[in-house]
């Protein structure tokens, strides 16, 4: 069975540019998170879909970050314009039932560059 | 607020020593906790997890932890690692009423040398 996938698994832009982020969960699984790690600093969460909708998206930075999961599937990140800060490595995990513990699991990341 | 604190950073170890990572977390609720472990270019891998019933629990690869309440405290171990261990290790917490989601520690890099 595949696992997470993430595309990406590097990007390099530069700042004022738009990168599009994708995340594959593993298959039947509803729920779908974002997280971020900055260098230096803990994985923080950014937003977690459950199905097509967001269930909680207190974690987004601000509005130049927009996710999106539709159809239930794939889910997309969207960072527009880019800020140096925006720099990290973007984790995305997912998890098979509506349960808040169930074990998450995650893809290899994307790490964003911003120059 | 809900956070989790790893005490280092860094460890480097022997090889067929003990070692033990140590984690810490608040909480004024009921706290789920996790261990993660990521290999170079790969994802989180879930090594334990802590929900309820017996304190230690055991995990993959040889690893334990034990769920201490009165030092809120949930340290992993393992009593001989291995090279193939060396990988950066992250602690996690949740609450039940955050649907979800984790709060992580930042990470200690744990480096066995032969």
């Known amino acids: 069975e595949a696992g997470v996938t993430q595309f990406p698994s590097h990007s390099v832009i530069e700042k004022g540019q738009t990168v599009t982020l994708r995340c594959d969960p593993i298959?039947?699984?509803?729920?779908l998170y974002w997280y971020r790690r900055v260098m230096g600093k803990e994985i923080k969460f950014l937003l977690h879909f459950v199905k097509e909708s967001k269930q909680d998206e207190s974690g987004m930075p601000n509005n130049r970050f927009l996710a999106e999961r539709t159809g239930g599937t794939y889910s997309t990140l969207k960072v527009q314009p880019a800020e140096l800060e925006d720099s990290g490595v973007y984790f995305c995990?997912?998890?098979?039932?509506?349960?808040?513990?169930?074990?998450?699991?995650f893809g290899p990341g994307t790490r964003l560059t911003v120059l | 607020a809900q956070s989790v604190t790893q005490l280092d950073s860094q460890v480097p170890v022997f090889e067929e020593a003990p070692v033990e990572l140590r984690c810490n977390y608040s909480s004024s609720v009921s706290v789920y906790l996790f261990w993660y472990v990521q290999y170079p270019n790969q994802g989180l891998q879930l090594l334990l997890k802590?929900?309820?019933?017996?304190?230690l629990v055991k995990g993959i690869n040889g690893f334990e932890a034990e769920f201490n309440k009165s030092q809120t405290s949930f340290h992993l171990r393992k009593p001989s690692v291995h090279i193939s261990d060396t990988a950066e290790y992250f602690c996690a917490s949740l609450r039940g009423s955050t649907l979800g989601r984790l709060y992580f520690g930042r990470g200690t890099q744990l480096t066995v040398w032969p």
């Open positions: 298959s039947g699984h509803d729920n």
């Open positions: 995990a997912s998890s098979q039932v509506q349960n808040s513990r169930n074990e998450q699991f």
């Open positions: 802590y929900l309820s019933g017996s304190t």
